[in-house]
Every structure is written in structure tokens, then in C-alpha cells.
């Protein structure tokens, strides 16, 4: 099996940071299928770029803002949806931080019960431009805050990018107090203003990035489950998840890539650097 070019060490009990993969779309109710294809062609991807040859030594670039440097790095590999509460519980317990590449959105409900289960309430930023709360319909890719609401402080939370709601949902969100960052907010308002809220609700939490990259606009990332136009830009998602990731994170996931749809492998190579850009501003200590 390839493995993530970021793996620098041979054991998980080496690690600081475990990249897992969940290449499962059982509870996905897309027409367009393909997203258990992502954590493989996200490690396919990544030992083709980010780095250059020369003299046959491989030469890392180094990211925007922040270091891969001295960082502790596994790949765990692919598990399946059965065994993500339980591992996920484990690396947790043993304080490293989990990044979870799937796979379709309701991977995230259990990473987010073994999260909760050990350190409590968990503050949430949530890219995408759907909401996921349901709550008419249960256990599938657009219920995933109903189903792990248990375990979110929703007032210390956000949804950000979001643009393709139903009504339910936005009454969901209105009741638990959950606030909504849309795109045309971005736009209107200006991205600082997004990143303030990001820090003021932040701090001093537990705090969980998951990026369904549907939240990009499709000329961004057309290779995602379910697109919707009038999305982020990729460097807007990056700032954000970088800004966020500098303030402390128990974990994050990166989900519903469907290489089948992508063009030029557009949205595989955004996501890639998006991995990158999030590993480098993980602080420890």
C-alpha cells in the first residue's frame, strides 16, 4: 500500500500525528459515488507533489505558514467504519492527534463519540456547504450533528461555508445555537471577521476541524460527492484551517474527495495541500 509522503516514522506509538483512512460511502445517499476511493488517491497524490527530486534526494517544499519539521507522522493505513470509535478512543487516550481522511461525512459522528467520550464536549468548526442536521431521517452523511449532538458544544461552535440547506436544518441550527458562516458572509464581511470568530470561540477547547470539501466551490473542487456552486476559494479554507489548527486541535477529518469527478485531479491536489498546510501549523507544547 502507498502511504502518505508526510509518514516519517515506523510505529504508531512513535507518533504524534496518525493519518488514518476510512474508505467507506455506506451511509452516503449521493448519486455520485466514489468517495471511498479518497484516502488512496489522496496518498497517491501526495508522493507525486510537495516535494521535488533532484540528484535522486528527495527535497520537501515547505508550507506557507508554519514547519513539518521535528513532527512525528504515521500512517495507520485504511481501517474500516467499525473500528474508527475504537481506535480513534485510543490514539486520543494516548495524546496523539488523529487525521481521519475519508470516505463520506458520517465517518465524523464516530470519531466525534470517541473524542467526546474521553475529553468531553468538543468545540467544532464544520466546513460544508451543508449543515448535516438532519434529524427526520438518522445514522447517514446529512445527520451527522443530529447524531453526535450529544457530544458538541454547539454555542462554541461553526458552520462555515454552508449554502445548500433545508429548512430543517437551519431550524436545527437556530435551536442548538449554532452559528452559520455562508460564503456570501465571507464575501460581504470579509474573511478577518470569520477568522475573529474562529479564535474568540476556540479558546481553551477542545477544539475538531472537519472539512468536507464540498464546501469549495466546484471550480475549486469538482471532485466531491455532492458539489454546490457559489463556494470557497481554496486559499479562504486554507487561512481558516490554519488560523484555527495554530489555536490547538484534538483532531481533524478531511472528507467525501470522489476522484472519479475530478478534473486533472484538481481537488485531489487541493486537498493534498490542504493536509499539508494543516500538519504544519499543529503546535505541541
Known amino acids: 500500500m502507498v502511504v502518505f509522503n508526510y509518514s516519517n516514522v515506523k510505529e504508531v506509538k512513535e507518533a504524534e500525528i496518525v493519518i488514518v483512512g476510512v474508505p467507506d460511502e455506506s451511509k452516503s445517499h449521493s448519486i455520485r459515488k466514489g468517495a471511498n476511493k479518497g484516502p ?4 497517491t497524490i501526495t508522493n507525486e507533489v510537495n516535494f521535488f527530486v533532484r540528484k535522486g534526494i528527495v527535497i520537501p517544499i515547505s508550507p506557507m505558514r508554519g514547519s513539518l519539521k ?5 500512517d495507520y493505513g485504511n481501517i474500516k467504519r467499525d473500528q474508527v470509535y475504537q481506535l480513534i ?20 459522528t464516530n470519531i466525534l463519540r470517541a473524542i467526546g467520550d474521553y475529553l468531553g464536549k468538543i468545540r467544532l468548526l464544520y466546513f460544508d456547504a451543508h449543515p448535516d442536521f438532519v434529524s427526520s431521517t438518522k445514522d447517514y452523511y ?46 460581504e464581511d470579509g474573511i478577518s471577521k470569520t477568522l475573529n470568530k474562529i479564535k474568540a470561540k476556540g479558546k481553551n477547547g477542545n477544539n475538531y476541524i472537519s472539512i468536507d470539501l464540498d464546501c469549495l466551490d466546484p471550480a475549486f473542487a469538482p471532485g466531491v460527492s455532492v458539489p454546490s456552486g ?16 495554530g ?17 486533472n485531479d484538481t481537488t485531489s491536489l487541493l486537498a493534498s495541500r490542504i493536509l499539508l498546510e494543516s500538519i504544519a501549523s499543529i503546535n505541541f507544547g
Open 230 to 245: 457559489g463556494g470557497l476559494s481554496g486559499i479562504e479554507l486554507i487561512s481558516m484551517v490554519k488560523s484555527a489548527i
Open 40 to 43: 488512496d488517491i489522496l496518498r
Open 89 to 108: 478512543f485510543d490514539l486520543v487516550s494516548n495524546g496523539k492527534i488523529p487525521i481521519v481522511i475519508g470516505g463520506d461525512h458520517s465517518i465524523t
Open 70 to 74: 521535528g513532527k512525528l507522522i504515521y
Open 142 to 187: 446529512g445527520s451527522v450533528l443530529t447524531d453526535s449532538s450529544k457530544w458538541i458544544d454547539f454555542e462554541r461552535s461553526l458552520l462555515i461555508g454552508t449554502r445548500s440547506a433545508e429548512l430543517e436544518e437551519l431550524e436545527n441550527t437556530s435551536t442548538a445555537g449554532l452559528e452559520i458562516v455562508t460564503p456570501l458572509d465571507l464575501k
Open 247 to 263: 489555536m490547538g486541535i484534538v483532531g481533524m477529518d478531511i472528507v467525501e474527495l470522489s476522484p472519479d469527478f475530478d478534473v
